[in-house]
């Protein structure tokens, strides 16, 4: 079984652990109700995408 022969630093760990982080939701404004929307998703307040209704609400 392989063992390591040194003993990882705390700086080395936390090194590699630099890219474990939360990525904030990528939103924009719906053209047509204004409200905050996934990009590239149907509005769910207003039911368009792409200046066309989608969705009847």
């Known amino acids: 079984m392989a063992v390591p022969k040194k ?8 090194k590699r652990r630099t890219h474990w982080k939360l ?5 924009v404004e719906c053209p047509q109700c204004h409200s905050q929307v996934l ?19």
Do not use: D, F
């Not at 990882?8 to 936390?14: A, I, N, P, Y």
């Not at 998703?41 to 989608?54: A, D, S």
């Open 7 to 14: 003993r990882t630093s705390k700086t080395r760990k936390r």
């Open 23 to 27: 990525k904030s939701p990528n939103l």
């Open 39 to 57: 990009s590239h998703r149907v509005c769910p307040e207003c039911g368009h995408y792409k200046g066309k209704q989608v969705i009847s609400k």
